[in-house]
DNA sequence: AATCCGGGGAC
DNA sequence: GTCCCAGGATT
């Protein structure tokens, strides 16, 4: 009697840990118990693929082993292991929430998702995942995975984004996860499905351990949910880039905290304006930038490149320094730098695009 | 509630 | 080209 079912005595909440302890994937992450590094696993995956972090969470590891090893370094070289991987705010976060687990507690992790979700960067999800996994704290975990083996399992046809939809979401994940004799590999397992046959699009459900329980498949809906907002068009922007060298070296910018690409360096420059050449949005820009005025030079590179919200065409010029002492107004720090320091610097990854043409 | 915040891979 | 990923902070 499948109807039966309510979400405390549901058969995933088993079925789930048997394939997960047969059919999981082999995660550099899931061989340790140390909520440290689970911790980093969890920032990391924050809207980013296991693939693409499997190798940043074993060089991060080797850089920083320790929570400690964290704390102590510096904001530069870990925002230049995590260079690539976006959203550096994360990056951020990790280090000042190190320095607080490491002085005010002493090095001791929190132990319970209030705890942890009061640290900077650790929301609900983190909180869950991080507690569940490492300390068998009963919570649950709710990411883009588990709303869509929830929607599909329990037939939700409303958008996952919307946030009453989003609150009845949690309430099952917990209603599942409740009193469960292992919350942690229960949460993962939800996750594994979601990433390995609980796809987006061509769910694997002939392989799917849930197949006789999911309401979606059995009315051959499961193509269709779950259904999602629609979305906005981004905008794209021309921007000039110039590339001024002065004996061997180029000036360049570190971009303030807060903001797109926080903490990164880059190469000076800004927006086209309706209207605008090339060559004068250029010299506009290093004019309001940093107060100085250059030649354009010949265009070194084109490059396009998407970031969250918009995307963008990067026109890069070799430029020459004609007046003024270049001061910072928009960046918190300005440097003449040679190529072969770049390698020491964080730069975004529009900007390493270009880094071996000069 | 809406927006901001990267980059990559599958299609 | 589009979609969306082991989300969180800000306004």
Redesign the pocket.
């Known amino acids: 009697m499948k109807g039966f079912y309510t979400p405390r005595n549901h058969p995933i909440r088993w079925l789930l840990i048997h394939w997960f302890r047969t059919d999981?994937?082999d995660?550099p992450?899931?061989r340790t118990r140390d909520p440290y590094a689970i911790w980093v696993?969890?920032?990391m995956?924050?809207?980013?693929?296991?693939?693409?972090c499997i190798p940043y969470f074993e060089r991060f590891m080797a850089a920083f082993p320790t929570v400690h090893a964290l704390a102590e370094a510096t904001l530069d070289r870990v925002l230049k292991v995590w260079?690539?991987?976006?959203?550096?705010?994360?990056a951020r976060?990790l280090h000042r929430a190190a320095q607080i687990i490491a002085h005010d507690r002493h090095g001791n992790f929190p132990r319970d998702v209030e705890g942890w979700?009061a640290?900077?960067?650790?929301?609900?999800?983190?909180?869950?995942?991080v507690t569940s996994?490492a300390f068998d704290v009963c919570a649950p975990?709710?990411?883009?995975?588990?709303?869509?083996v929830l929607t599909r399992v329990f037939n939700i046809a409303e958008p996952p984004d919307?946030?009453?939809v989003e609150q009845r979401l949690w309430e099952l994940a917990a209603s599942l996860a409740s009193r469960h004799p292992h919350p942690g590999e229960f949460?993962?397992a939800l996750?594994?499905l979601?990433?390995q046959t609980c796809?987006?699009?061509?769910p694997r459900c002939p392989t799917c351990p849930a197949w006789h329980y999911c309401k979606a498949r059995l009315l051959g809906i499961q193509d269709h949910l779950?259904v999602?907002?629609p979305?906005?068009?981004?905008p794209h922007y021309d921007i000039v880039v110039a590339a001024i060298k002065k004996r061997g070296r180029y000036l360049i910018g570190k971009r303030p905290l807060?903001?797109?690409?926080?903490g990164?360096w880059e190469f000076p420059g800004g927006k086209v304006q309706p209207g605008e050449s090339h060559e004068q949005a250029l010299q506009r820009e290093l004019k309001e930038e940093l107060g100085i005025t250059i030649k354009v030079g010949k265009l070194l590179a084109v490059v396009?490149?998407?970031?969250?919200?918009?995307?963008v065409t990067l026109h890069v010029f070799q430029c020459c320094h004609l007046s003024g002492k270049p001061r910072p107004n928009i960046h918190t720090e300005l440097r003449w730098a040679a190529p072969r320091e770049f390698s020491e610097l964080a730069?975004?990854?529009?900007n390493?695009k270009f880094l071996p043409l000069l």
């Open positions: 999981a994937r995660l992450w899931r696993s969890e920032t995956l924050q809207q980013t693929r296991v693939e693409q260079e690539g991987l976006g959203y550096y705010t994360r976060n979700q640290l900077p960067g650790v929301g609900r999800y983190t909180a869950g995942a996994i975990v709710l990411d883009g995975n588990v709303k869509r919307d946030a009453r949460n993962q996750m594994e979601g990433a796809l987006p699009a061509a779950p999602s907002k979305k906005k068009s981004v807060s903001g797109l690409l926080g990164l396009n490149h998407a970031y969250s919200h918009f995307k730069f975004p990854k529009a390493l």
